[in-house]
């Protein structure tokens, strides 16, 4: 059984910084890739960036272009998120899934990712 597990949010400044994991475990990073959706209070879900497995290849909704960054570490297991210049709006519980990389930008929005961790919520605070 395939789990995903995300951590490394947090309360913050606006301006600072932060770096999310997503730890996968149950099996081998056998999936088309793994995306970053978010979904604050009383809005729809947002797919924010996505690498592809194979060939480390990255996609980023243009909201997000120019401040968040996704890398993996294979050997470990994990994907990371890096948000830089946090803004108010990022705030919001932040979701690892795995999935093809084409689900994550809009219109999907993550919709059809099959695996899914439990999320680890930001929020940033002016």
């Known amino acids: 059984q395939v789990q995903l597990v995300e951590s490394g949010g947090g309360q913050v400044h606006s301006g600072g910084s932060l770096r999310l994991s997503c730890a996968v475990s149950g099996g081998p990073l056998s999936f088309e890739g793994i995306g970053w959706v978010r979904q604050a209070s009383g809005k729809a879900r947002e797919g924010l960036a996505c690498i592809e497995m194979d060939d480390d290849t990255k996609r980023f909704a243009d909201s997000v272009k120019g401040r968040f960054t996704i890398s993996k570490d294979s050997s470990k297991k994990t994907v990371f998120l890096q948000i830089k210049n946090l803004k108010s709006e990022d705030t919001a519980i932040y979701y690892c899934?795995?999935?093809?990389?084409?689900?994550?930008?809009?219109?999907?929005?993550?919709?059809?990712?099959?695996?899914w961790g439990k999320g680890t919520p930001v929020t940033v605070s002016v």
């Open positions: 899934a795995t999935g093809p990389c084409s689900y994550v930008p809009l219109p999907l929005g993550g919709r059809g990712m099959a695996h």
